[in-house]
């Protein structure tokens, strides 16, 4: 079997405190695959303005699911950034 | 489908009627309110905003697991998003079971679950004008909003 | 004086409302309602009675020692009296803190006391006519009220 | 100091079931003073049509207490025969 290298778009988006710290509650991410979430977060900590605010080891989310940073992503996903739960 | 996720004030008498069955014979409330206690700095209100399409499945799941753990329990739960003053309720759960130490510790298993990991987030509208993240721990997050967001 | 007893329908919002607290962000209400399950032998209703004047003052001892447990609660009981139909509430309790675990465990607390010292008796009312005095543990005490209950 | 004896009236009430088994909600007892509860039980089910069913060893109150069946009891005293409390 022959390795592929490709690239994937990965909607990102941001909510509450991490919104505004980026300015923004979403993203298009460009990654080459494979990816994983870590990635994604790197990604947006080095190029988006203000995302270095965001924690290297946010919680996230991928397609509306909890996820570990270590989690793989595929073109189209969605990835949620998500600041400390405080729901209740 | 089911949403968990209202904008309006919270009504518990429906949310009772929601869950009553005769094979129950304990009900347990669970009101969050928004607090203006001692540990406060004045709050106004708070303004609670959700990740909504993700908040609609992992409710789900979490009722889907109280009910593996508590079979005979039935189970109704609404979050309120949007601005919330103090002393209203921003979330209430209720668990109808035949016995009430079921109904007692589903409901405590709904709260703990969801401040775990359903993803709402709110902000301290305070009363000298400034406007706050708040942390699970109770601790604000972050600098005041009058400073620039990123330099 | 506070009186814990009724002959009237609970009003779970009136209870609430009686703790509210701008202090307290968790609020935890306990319905106890006539069941009619699988373990019940068709029940209409049941009459609950009472030593009222004892009742009056248990409920303040109880409460007392919920208060000197958990001092930052605000508690509100209330008891039903006389016929109440399968589904209706019996007994509502509401405990408001400023946190969450406070308002479950005085809650819980206070149940189990009153399940164990105040002296309320039911009597069931099935469908088949019977009337039947029940016992803590959910079983019927006696003999069918149609025998003599002296010979 | 001399022994004194004495006699009092105890208000006896009963309730729910048992109050079905004696057929009334109070009697009047005299009791040989010094006295407990435990005696005055023994008297309601000596006495007493249908006190036989009442148990040897009752739930009690005295003066809205509860209280033991070693508790003493003195004139003019209330003591409630409880059956096993079922309430909430």
Known sequence: ?88 | MRTYLTRDPLSIGELVAEVASPQCGGTCVFLGTVRDGPEEHGVRAIEYSAYEEMVEGEFGRLVTDARSRWPAARIAVRHRLGRIAAGEASIAIVTAAPHRAEAFEACRYVIEEVKRRVPVWKKELRTDGTEVWVDPSGRPTVRPPDRPTHV
């Open chain 1, 1 to 88: 079997m022959q390795f592929t290298p490709s690239s994937g778009t990965i909607r990102v988006r941001f909510f509450a405190r991490y919104a505004e710290l980026v300015g923004r509650s979403e993203a298009a991410v460009l990654v080459s695959l494979p990816a994983t979430v870590g990635d994604v977060v790197r990604r947006v900590r080095a190029e988006l303005p203000g995302g270095r605010d965001i924690p290297e080891r946010p919680l996230a989310a991928v397609n509306l699911k909890h996820a570990k940073l270590e989690a793989s992503v595929r073109d189209g996903d969605e990835v949620a950034l998500l600041p400390p739960i405080a729901g209740g």
